[in-house]
């Protein structure tokens, strides 16, 4: 079977080999075909850190070729998007029936893999801050994988979106996911306050939007893309007062994975979630949409396709 296994001599420190084991897969497992995964920033340093044949890989979509021996899950045939905890860039990958959601046919496998990482991080996240029925929201990095699926979901739950992006010329795309405002940077006085804040940027920008949120409300802090956060007491002062920072970490619970990736692929085939994919290249090429996720050349996710 082939599959990507980490090399610190291949590019992007990926080596595509053709002799990996069949997947074995225990009572509770499903065994899927692999069509479709996409890859996100932290799987880069992943790689890094695993250098030595270890296996990534958590995006996953394809079609159920062994069920369940113990009758959970999707049957054979079925379409389905999976979150793995690693060993997703291969033909085929076993994967515990409570982390599969089958697909509707109107969910393409490109779109289903864009959903696993970014798209359950969004909607958890979004949990923290309650009901956001009319209570203004701000998400930082929404032109991202995570903040595009936030966006899209905090307005389809009724809250007023503002918008945070690192540049100009994506306002236009995220006002387009139903954002009510739009902004590059967090320095205007009449910003907020915010209920909830979903934060995937850090750095100083973290302690910026402490300072709009209202009292009482909820920043959950999901990434570090401008580095390490630092904040004070005093950023509360300004009307932030008893907020919460809760250092958010959206794989947990485990045992709830599929339901909610079911949630996100129904309000994909309903119209009401759109994934964003700035590009799609066959699997072979996986190094280099790396590159690109580094080099920030696109927006929204990036999806490696398998087969036809």
Not at 26 to 39: C, K, M, N, T, W
Not at 114 to 131: C, H, M, N
Not at 230 to 250: C, M
């Amino acid at each position: 079977m082939r599959g990507f296994v980490t090399d610190p001599k291949g590019a992007g420190g990926l080596r595509l080999v053709d002799d990996l084991a069949e997947p074995v897969p225990s009572g509770h497992d499903v065994v899927v075909e692999v069509r479709a995964f996409a890859i996100n920033h932290d799987e880069a340093n992943l790689i890094a850190r695993r250098p030595d044949g270890w296996r990534p890989g958590q995006d996953v979509a394809g079609v159920v070729v062994a069920a369940a021996g113990d009758g959970s899950g999707p049957g054979v045939g079925a379409r389905v998007v999976c979150y793995l905890d690693w060993e997703g860039w291969a033909e085929r990958v076993v994967v515990p029936s409570h982390c599969v959601a089958a697909l509707d046919d109107r969910v393409s496998f490109e779109q289903a893999a864009s959903l696993p990482v970014a798209g359950l991080t969004a909607l958890r996240a979004l949990r923290v801050g309650g009901a956001v029925l009319g209570r203004q929201v701000l998400v930082t990095g929404a032109s991202g994988g995570v903040g595009q699926f936030a966006v899209q979901l905090a307005v389809a739950a009724g809250a007023r979106v503002t918008a945070q992006v690192s540049r100009s010329e994506r306002e236009a795309g995220v006002r387009a996911l139903g954002a009510h405002r739009v902004v590059t940077s967090l320095d205007a006085d009449d910003l907020g306050p915010f209920h909830v804040v979903l934060d995937g940027i850090g750095g100083a920008q973290t302690a910026q939007a402490i300072r709009h949120m209202a009292p009482g409300g909820q920043l959950a802090l999901y990434g570090k893309v401008a580095g390490d956060t630092s904040i004070s007491i005093s950023d509360f002062y300004a009307q932030g007062w008893n907020a919460h920072v809760i250092g958010f970490v959206s794989p947990v619970p485990d045992e709830t994975k599929g339901e909610d990736l079911g949630i996100l692929a129904e309000l994909v085939a309903d119209g009401r979630l759109t994934p964003h994919i700035g590009l799609v290249m066959d699997w072979e090429r996986t190094a280099e949409g790396f590159a690109a996720l580094e080099r920030r050349e696109t927006t929204g996710k990036i999806v490696m396709r398998i087969g036809a």
